[in-house]
T-cell receptor, first 111, second 111 residues
Framework: GQQVMQIPQYQHVQEGEDFTTYCNSS?????IQWYKQRPGGHPVFLIQ?????EVKKQKRLTFQFGEAKKNSSLHITATQTTDVGTYFC???????????FGGGTRLMVKP | DAMVIQNPRYQVTQFGKPVTLSCSQT?????MYWYQQKSSQAPKLLFH???????NEADTPDNFQSRRPNTSFCFLDIRSPGLGDAAMYLC??????????FGAGTRLSVL
């Protein structure tokens, strides 16, 4: 079955440093979604990418979808303490079925 | 306003004592999901309903059952909770296989 891997599992950064998490799928994806889960909270949808090579920005967050639609990345510029949480990617397969979640990257930001 | 509501937020049960968790939604989404999330792990899909069609994940124990009496409500029944079933249980909804909206979760403790 489809597998979605995320690296790194954990990342500590100093406030103001950049952060990137990577997502790789074993199969071609129809779309990729990103979710953020704050400590003690629930996953909250951030963005969806559908097109090959697509890049989307949300303020300090930049999301990319690979040309082959098998990988994706989330980059945060100049992290803030409010960015703390676990970031999950979730891939949809071409059969149009449900999402497969990656293992998540837990971001910790030191003030 | 919360669109996916889970009750209760915290549930304590005894080993082997059946427990039911509930989820309701105001989004009129046709897909509802139940996830189990343990500490520092990604949400693990237990099962989902596409309209009235129930779909069980292959590795979901028989101890876990679900009911969806109507579009708005979905229940998770744990017939004989074990210590290993202590976790956060997340309900999510989506319109077809699109973006998932999560409830705040029910944290289950088993004594």
């Amino acid at each position: 079955g489809q597998q979605v891997m995320q690296i790194p599992q954990y990342q500590h950064v100093q406030e103001g440093e950049d952060f990137t998490t990577y997502c790789n799928s074993s199969t071609t994806l129809s779309n990729i979604q990103w979710y953020k889960q704050r400590p003690g909270g629930h996953p909250v949808f951030l963005i969806q990418l559908v097109k090959s090579g697509e890049v989307k920005k949300q303020k300090r967050l930049t999301f990319q979808f690979g040309e082959a639609k098998k990988n994706s990345s989330l980059h945060i510029t100049a992290t803030q303490t409010t960015d703390v949480g676990t970031y999950f990617c979730a891939g949809g397969n071409n059969a149009g079925n449900m999402l497969t979640f990656g293992g998540g990257t837990r971001l910790m930001v030191k003030p | 306003d919360a669109m996916v509501i889970q009750n209760p937020r915290y549930q304590v049960t005894q080993f082997g004592k059946p427990v039911t968790l509930s989820c309701s939604q105001t989004l009129n989404h046709n897909v509802m999901y139940w996830y189990q999330q343990k500490s520092s792990q990604a949400p693990k899909l237990l099962f989902h309903y596409y309209d009235k069609d129930f779909n069980n994940e292959a590795d979901t124990p028989d101890n876990f059952q679900s009911r969806r009496p109507n579009t708005s409500f979905c229940f998770l029944d744990i017939r004989s909770p074990g210590l290993g079933d202590a976790a956060m249980y997340l309900c999510a909804t989506s319109a077809r296989w699109n973006i998932q909206y999560f409830g705040a979760g029910t944290r289950l403790s088993v004594l």
